[in-house]
């Protein structure tokens, strides 16, 4: 995209200088006793849009309760089956997956799905296959329903892509805390995928993520917290004990990328939050 053109983007952006956390657990019970006040300090933030991702069956009543209570950010949920919980999915959370999809149209993604061979306890074969098997059946599930994914992919990215490719999957989506290569990068952005960017691009060891957003173009980039999870340099206190990432952290990711790519701030706001309604097929505010 020419910076003409990115420049009307910045003009049209509604409200200006809003942000889209793609990828934010805030219906977890880390946010239990603050929710309220941290979702008024994201929306004074700039964050106008939160996706809540899915990642078992028995969470996604809570998922949808969240997304309901709170008007400002917007909530809005992504139910899925994620990988890393494969002993707990069964073939009923499939099936309920899809009477979701058919009844709940404030969905916008199925996720958080994929395959992750990090973890060694679900790499052994016959968790791989399960792994596999509900994996292709949420695509399968997506592409009936004409949604796109939200991506959960570790050490996995070449098995990934080949079952995108055999399904011919089309409706695109977000590989959700890009771990992958150039060329794995350059081809999910063929396929309608953008690339979610988070708290790791703030720290000085992440070398080969911030080579890839250095030569990405903006356009395949989106923004995320992973919240509760990953928090941006900035706010990481030092000390004993965890340290709570918040969907109201996300300016310092957006800061991070706009020095890593020397673009002005306004600018690389105004096409993440662009990219992040197209892809997840959203209006704006």
């Not at 404030?106 to 060694?120: H, N, Q, R, S, T």
């Not at 098995?159 to 409706?171: K, N, P, Q, Y």
Request: overall charge neutral.
């Amino acid at each position: 995209m020419c910076r003409l053109a990115r420049a009307s983007l910045i003009r049209m952006s509604q409200p200006p200088l809003a942000l889209i956390d793609t990828h934010c657990h805030f219906d977890v019970d880390d946010f239990d006793a603050d929710r309220v006040e941290v979702a008024a300090r994201a929306w004074a933030a700039g964050v106008d849009t939160i996706i809540i991702p899915g990642y078992v069956a028995v969470q996604w009543s809570r998922l949808f309760e969240v997304c309901a209570a709170i008007s400002r950010p917007r909530l809005l949920p992504a139910p899925g089956l994620h990988p890393c919980y494969i002993r707990q999915h069964e073939q009923a959370h499939l099936e309920r997956l899809e009477q979701l999809l058919q009844n709940r149209p404030e969905i916008v993604a199925v996720g958080e799905i994929g395959l992750d061979y990090y973890v060694d306890e679900i790499k052994v074969p016959e968790l791989k296959e399960k792994q596999l098997d509900f994996f292709r059946a949420q695509l399968a599930l997506a592409m009936r329903y004409k949604k796109p994914v939200i991506l959960h992919v570790r050490k996995a990215h070449q098995d990934v892509i080949r079952v995108l490719h055999e399904m011919r999957f089309s409706e695109g989506g977000i590989v959700h805390a890009y771990s992958g290569g150039i060329e794995e990068a350059r081809h999910y952005a063929k396929r309608g995928f953008r690339l979610g960017i988070g708290g790791p691009l703030t720290y000085d060891q992440s070398r080969r993520l911030r080579a890839i957003v250095t030569a990405m173009p903006l356009e395949a980039l989106v923004l995320e917290t992973d919240a509760p999870d990953m928090i941006p340099l900035p706010h990481r206190i030092a000390g004993p004990g965890r340290t709570r990432n918040s969907p109201e952290f996300l300016p310092s990711i957006a800061a991070a990328m706009a020095e890593l790519k020397n673009l002005p701030l306004a600018e690389v706001m105004a096409v993440t939050h662009a990219q992040s309604l197209a892809v997840l097929r959203l209006p704006p505010l």
